[in-house]
């Protein structure tokens, strides 16, 4: 038996639907009207001087009462090119086989054949008259289409337009005219059209303002490279609304990019990477860009013109190609080599550019071998010898101590610089990834992790009838310290000013967390918890023998003061790893800050009476 084909059928458009989709939802405000009116005058001219370079080639926006009119000296328009272009939504001349894929990309700002329809979104008719440059036979033609999807065409007797090329009238629609006065059509063909290569002309009330000035900054000859620099400079802060750090000339004649990046003068959320203002040959795509820069570039700005990236439908956002990818990366090579450069020849733009910036900087050295060599010298970390180049520190210690936490770094600071030991506080973003590649970029140095135990193990010993003089005091401040899972060990060291040290390993916080969990949990989770139990290290508070108050502490008797000395150094040496403290820690300090001073008044008293 034959299977019959099934009959095949065409997609039938509700053209209205179709109308009110390109105008009203494609775009995120009315304003693209103006631009879709000079891309295609910019786009005709551009096709009439393929074939006639000397064609005249400026366009004209008039400021009609209600309306606006753009005269271009283009290519025009045949009667058979109107309705093939102009009355066919989604066909363009500019993807013409004539034109050549390519070329039309290249040359051409429009691309979808839709643009002319964003004008609805602000009018309710639009008329076109053109003359065709091409076909000088052809008599001149009128279009006139509404809203709501009908045109007429006519053509019109030959005296009705001399010369070649196309008037585009858009009549406003009730509600829209502050869309057609004369300030808003200036600022929004000076807007978009700040980098046309064509000459813009705005006429309104009898003025003609010409509103791009051509070839842009970056294009022009500028007697030496400092005033290059100051005319770049000047343009970003006209621009971008800021007074940049540095200016990066940007030029990638592979890709047709030129333009410029800009280094914020403050420090910025590496998050927030878009901002660029990206015009596309010449004309405004957008001044929130994103993804042209590699995310470590968080710190610059750029404009730049490109001829070759591709726009999305709504002309608002570049399309994220591998052409997008490969200036992403080429423009990224272009950031690195300034930065490079700043540090061979300027150190002191470098550190200014530095001390806002340091940050980015580190998030790219961490990928970046040859940028944290050349960067090594510059970026700064803190360190027991203070806030230090790494370059530096390694010089002092060859050895290098990395704390792998702000915590584990502030307990031990005070005490390893007191013993020589150089450590590194490895606790801030990036910073222990930077530290541990020290010894691939400078050969003859080594990091190893710093562990608090190690930092006792550095610390001397008292002697052995010292020890066993205050052995009662030890035992009891053990016991008392006990249920805080704390040890107490004494020992000898500098700098005398502190009197007690609170050191806490990774583990035994760890271990310190399960416990507490363990106590809040029901009894099945507090049977596999207390499986997990471990045997790591607990929290030690090591008490300084050469420091005054501890001796006096240590001779103390009576048990009740001498527990609640204990709780205060317990406390004092808590504050010193400024680390937050729990609830049950910071009462525990201000009880015993309380009974100590309740016991020292009240010995005043019993002075006094
Ligand atoms: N001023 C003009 N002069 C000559 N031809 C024009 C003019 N304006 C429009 N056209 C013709 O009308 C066609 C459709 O224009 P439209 O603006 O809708 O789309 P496009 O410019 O081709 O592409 P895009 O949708 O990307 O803007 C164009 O391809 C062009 O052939």
Same mark, same amino acid.
């Given at each position: 038996?034959?299977?019959?084909?099934?009959?095949?059928?065409?997609?039938?458009?509700?053209?209205?639907?179709?109308?009110?989709?390109?105008?009203?939802?494609?775009?995120?405000?009315?304003?693209?009207?103006?631009?879709?009116?000079?891309?295609?005058?910019?786009?005709?001219?551009?096709?009439?001087?393929?074939?006639?370079?000397?064609?005249?080639?400026?366009?004209?926006?008039?400021?009609?009462?209600?309306?606006?009119?753009?005269?271009?000296?283009?290519?025009?328009?045949?009667?058979?090119?109107?309705?093939?272009?102009?009355?066919?939504?989604?066909?363009?001349?500019?993807?013409?086989?004539?034109?050549?894929?390519?070329?039309?990309?290249?040359?051409?700002?429009?691309?979808?054949?839709?643009?002319?329809?964003?004008?609805?979104?602000?009018?309710?008719?639009?008329?076109?008259?053109?003359?065709?440059?091409?076909?000088?036979?052809?008599?001149?033609?009128?279009?006139?289409?509404?809203?709501?999807?009908?045109?007429?065409?006519?053509?019109?007797?030959?005296?009705?337009?001399?010369?070649?090329?196309?008037?585009?009238?858009?009549?406003?629609?009730?509600?829209?005219?502050?869309?057609?006065?004369?300030?808003?059509?200036?600022?929004?063909?000076?807007?978009?059209?700040?980098?046309?290569?064509?000459?813009?002309?705005?006429?309104?009330?009898?003025?003609?303002?010409?509103?791009?000035?051509?070839?842009?900054?970056?294009?022009?000859?500028?007697?030496?490279?400092?005033?290059?620099?100051?005319?770049?400079?000047?343009?970003?802060?006209?621009?971008?609304?800021?007074?940049?750090?540095?200016?990066?000339?940007?030029?990638?004649?592979?890709?047709?990019?030129?333009?410029?990046?800009?280094?914020?003068?403050?420090?910025?959320?590496?998050?927030?990477?878009?901002?660029?203002?990206?015009?596309?040959?010449?004309?405004?795509?957008?001044?929130?860009?994103?993804?042209?820069?590699?995310?470590?570039?968080?710190?610059?700005?750029?404009?730049?013109?490109?001829?070759?990236?591709?726009?999305?439908?709504?002309?608002?956002?570049?399309?994220?190609?591998?052409?997008?990818?490969?200036?992403?990366?080429?423009?990224?090579?272009?950031?690195?080599?300034?930065?490079?450069?700043?540090?061979?020849?300027?150190?002191?733009?470098?550190?200014?550019?530095?001390?806002?910036?340091?940050?980015?900087?580190?998030?790219?050295?961490?990928?970046?071998?040859?940028?944290?060599?050349?960067?090594?010298?510059?970026?700064?970390?803190? &360190?027991? %010898?203070?806030?230090? =180049?790494?370059?530096? $520190? *390694?010089?002092?210690?060859? !050895?290098? /101590? @990395?704390?792998?936490?702000?915590?584990?770094?502030?307990?031990?600071?005070?005490?390893?610089?007191?013993?020589?030991?150089?450590?590194?506080?490895?606790?801030?973003?990036?910073?222990?990834?930077?530290?541990?590649?020290?010894? &691939?970029? %400078?050969?003859?140095? =080594?990091?190893?992790? $710093? *562990?608090?135990?190690?930092? !006792?193990? /550095? @610390?001397?010993?008292?002697?052995?009838?010292?020890?066993?003089?205050?052995?009662?005091?030890?035992?009891?401040?053990?016991?008392?310290?006990?249920?805080?899972?704390?040890?107490?060990?004494?020992?000898?060291?500098?700098?005398? &000013?502190?009197?007690?040290?609170?050191?806490?390993?990774?583990? *035994?916080?760890?271990?310190?967390?399960?416990?507490?969990?363990?106590?809040?949990?029901?009894?099945?989770?507090?049977?596999?918890?207390?499986?997990?139990?471990?045997?790591?290290?607990?929290?030690?508070?090591?008490?300084?023998?050469?420091?005054?108050?501890?001796?006096?502490?240590?001779?103390?008797?009576?048990?009740?003061?001498?527990?609640? *000395?204990?709780?205060?150094?317990?406390?004092?040496?808590?504050?010193?790893?400024?680390?937050?403290?729990?609830?049950?820690?910071?009462?525990?300090?201000?009880?015993?800050?309380?009974?100590?001073?309740?016991?020292?008044?009240?010995q005043t008293r019993t002075r006094e009476a």
């Amino acid at each position: 038996m034959r299977v019959q084909e099934p009959p095949s059928h065409t997609f039938q458009v509700d053209l209205r639907g179709l109308v009110d989709l390109l105008s009203h939802h494609l775009y995120s405000s009315p304003r693209v009207y103006v631009r879709e009116l000079l891309q295609n005058a910019v786009d005709a001219v551009t096709a009439r001087q393929r074939t006639e370079p000397d064609a005249p080639s400026e366009i004209r926006l008039t400021v009609l009462p209600g309306a606006l009119r753009v005269d271009d000296p283009g290519i025009g328009l045949t009667e058979a090119d109107v309705h093939r272009f102009l009355a066919t939504i989604g066909s363009s001349s500019k993807r013409d086989d004539l034109a050549g894929v390519e070329v039309a990309r290249r040359e051409f700002l429009g691309q979808f054949g839709i643009g002319l329809l964003a004008c609805f979104v602000v009018a309710d008719e639009i008329t076109v008259v053109s003359r065709s440059a091409v076909d000088p036979a052809a008599t001149p033609v009128e279009w006139r289409a509404t809203s709501d999807g009908a045109y007429t065409v006519r053509t019109l007797p030959a005296d009705a337009r001399a010369e070649a090329g196309t008037t585009v009238t858009v009549t406003a629609r009730h509600g829209a005219e502050p869309w057609f006065t004369a300030e808003r059509v200036t600022e929004l063909a000076g807007s978009f059209g700040a980098l046309l290569r064509h000459e813009i002309r705005v006429v309104a009330d009898g003025v003609t303002t010409t509103v791009n000035r051509t070839p842009a900054v970056w294009d022009r000859d500028h007697p030496t490279p400092d005033a290059r620099r100051a005319a770049l400079l000047t343009y970003g802060y006209e621009t971008l609304g800021f007074a940049a750090l540095d200016v990066v000339d940007l030029d990638l004649p592979l890709v047709g990019v030129r333009g410029a990046a800009y280094v914020l003068p403050v420090a910025s959320n590496p998050l927030e990477r878009g901002g660029h203002r990206v015009y596309l040959k010449g004309m405004l795509l957008s001044e929130s860009a994103s993804k042209l820069l590699p995310e470590w570039a968080f710190f610059a700005r750029c404009v730049l013109d490109a001829e070759a990236l591709r726009p999305t439908a709504s002309r608002e956002a570049l399309y994220d190609d591998e052409t997008l990818a490969a200036v992403r990366e080429a423009l990224g090579e272009r950031i690195r080599g300034w930065l490079t450069g700043l540090a061979a020849t300027d150190p002191e733009r470098l550190e200014r550019f530095l001390s806002v910036h340091q940050l980015g900087v580190k998030a790219l050295a961490v990928h970046d071998d040859e940028l944290l060599r050349t960067m090594l010298p510059w970026l700064r970390f803190e &360190t027991t %010898a203070g806030t230090l =180049s790494l370059a530096e $520190l *390694a010089r002092r210690h060859p !050895v290098v /101590h @990395l704390a792998r936490t702000v915590e584990e770094f502030r307990q031990v600071s005070a005490i390893a610089s007191a013993q020589g030991l150089g450590v590194v506080n490895g606790g801030y973003t990036y910073d222990a990834e930077l530290v541990e590649k020290l010894p &691939t970029v %400078a050969p003859g140095t =080594s990091v190893v992790p $710093l *562990a608090a135990d190690a930092v !006792v193990a /550095h @610390l001397d010993a008292v002697p052995a009838d010292r020890e066993l003089a205050v052995a009662a005091f030890l035992a009891a401040a053990r016991a008392r310290l006990d249920k805080l899972d704390c040890d107490v060990v004494l020992r000898a060291f500098h700098p005398v &000013t502190v009197p007690a040290l609170y050191l806490d390993s990774r583990e *035994a916080l760890h271990e310190r967390s399960r416990a507490q969990a363990e106590a809040e949990a029901d009894p099945l989770w507090t049977e596999i918890l207390s499986n997990l139990r471990s045997t790591a290290p607990r929290a030690q508070l090591v008490l300084n023998d050469h420091n005054p108050v501890v001796r006096t502490v240590a001779a103390l008797t009576e048990p009740e003061l001498r527990d609640t *000395a204990v709780d205060a150094l317990y406390g004092q040496a808590l504050l010193m790893t400024h680390r937050p403290l729990r609830t049950t820690e910071s009462a525990l300090l201000n009880r015993a800050l309380g009974d100590l001073l309740t016991w020292a008044a009240d010995q005043t008293r019993t002075r006094e009476a």
